[in-house]
């Protein structure tokens, strides 16, 4: 595992533009040295903000879209085209309007889809889709860059701290009684994040300041703070999934200031 890279940003709206900026470079890259690429989508209003900052830039098109692989990171386990959807997000702020090749596009099913309302089953069936794109050589495909929001619990795509998918070993798992709504989800797990050559970990405002101070002094990045801080949170009890996940080759922090950790 490389070392962890935290990228502090003046605003939400700089932070938006670096990352909407690092991922169309990041993806560029990826296809100049292998010939295609792959990303891991998450959700949330930063995210959605990231995907129609990447929609508007005029370097866009440095990526071949139609030899780009998209895969969801969670999923809330709702109706197709359910605005609560990330994919639904996603497709309305970015995917729609660029040139993908459907067949390279992986949204997690939905409870309307050939699973019905079982959320088991639509996870083994995306641990399938994931096995099937990586080949004989195992369970997973290359993921060049996966995003990944914060809760201000320190969770990540859907795995909360203290739920029992913490400790899933399979790459997607069924996430139920999820502290946050819906209830019921679909994610992929630690293990499988850990896979990616990048994990992006993208926070902004002060009430994520909490588990991002947290989270980086679980994971060894910042000096165990005295008590709760000037936040006044403390986190759960037991390690934090945010501080638990990390990139092959880098693990990026994306925070603005607001959400950046006192270093005084």
Do not use: C
Not at 127 to 152: H, M, N, Y
Not at 181 to 195: D, E, S
Request: charged share 25%.
């Amino acid at each position: 595992m490389a070392g962890v890279r935290r990228n502090v940003l003046g605003d939400r709206d700089e932070l938006v533009r670096v990352v909407a900026t690092r991922l169309v470079e990041t993806l560029a890259g990826a296809q100049a040295a292998r010939g295609a690429a792959s990303v891991v989508l998450t959700g949330g209003r930063v995210a959605a903000d990231i995907y129609r900052t990447v929609r508007d830039l005029s370097d866009r098109d440095r990526v071949d879209w139609s030899r780009v692989d998209v895969w969801w990171g969670d999923e809330r386990f709702l109706p197709a085209g359910h605005p609560d959807r990330n994919e639904t997000q996603a497709r309305a702020a970015l995917l729609d309007a660029l040139p993908l090749d459907p067949a390279r596009v992986h949204p997690m099913p939905a409870d309307d889809g050939p699973d019905g309302p079982d959320p088991q089953a639509a996870a083994q069936r995306y641990g399938q889709a994931l096995a099937a794109a990586a080949g004989p050589d195992g369970d997973l495909p290359r993921f060049d860059v996966l995003l990944l929001g914060v809760g201000e619990d320190g969770h990540v795509a859907s795995v909360f701290p203290g739920h029992p998918v913490t400790g899933a070993t399979e790459p997607v798992a069924a996430v139920r009684d999820s502290p946050k709504p819906p209830p019921v989800r679909i994610t992929l797990t630690l293990p499988a994040i850990n896979t990616a050559g990048e994990v992006w970990l993208v926070a902004a405002g002060a009430d994520k300041a909490g588990a991002v101070r947290l989270a980086l002094t679980e994971s060894g990045t910042a000096a165990p703070p005295a008590d709760a801080g000037p936040d006044g949170w403390a986190g759960p009890a037991g390690p934090l999934p945010a501080a638990a996940v990390h990139g092959v080759d880098r693990t990026r922090w994306f925070l603005d200031a607001e959400a950046a950790p006192s270093t005084g």
